[in-house]
């Protein structure tokens, strides 16, 4: 059963940065697209950013947020700097794997991590 894991939540003071991971298992599974989502307390889950042969990004972390994936390792990256309280969130890794396009609607992918926690403090 292929599986999605995630690392790299933390806390942090507003204004510093984190870098997500996010890596399949079995190591060697590959998928054409991924994103990342995110969920706060009593909030819907939102696309923040998604790769294929292009990027996408949610307007409230472009200019912030680098999503990226190494091929070589098969693992997906979400660079994340001067963050916000409101960034505060469950971060979820999300793939699929055929797509013609990058998309940040969670009904558009079939594989879910299970989460890493950001917490951003003022």
């Known amino acids: 059963q292929v599986q999605l894991v995630e690392s790299g939540g933390g806390s942090v003071p507003a204004g510093g940065s984190l870098r997500l991971s996010c890596t399949p298992s079995?190591?060697?599974?590959?998928?054409?697209?991924m994103a990342w989502f995110r969920q706060a307390p009593g909030k819907e889950r939102e696309g923040v950013a998604a790769?294929?042969?292009?990027?996408d990004y949610a307007d409230s972390v472009k200019g912030r947020f680098t999503i990226s994936k190494d091929n070589a390792q098969n693992t997906l990256y979400l660079q994340m700097n001067s963050l916000k309280p409101e960034d505060t969130a469950m971060y979820y890794c999300?793939?699929?794997?055929?797509?013609?396009?990058?998309?940040?609607?969670?009904?558009?992918?079939?594989?879910w991590g299970q989460g890493t926690q950001v917490t951003v403090s003022y």
């Open positions: 999300a793939a699929r794997r055929a797509c013609w396009s990058t998309s940040l609607s969670r009904d558009y992918y079939n594989y």
């Open positions: 079995p190591y060697t599974t590959s998928f054409d697209c």
């Open positions: 790769i294929s042969s292009i990027t």
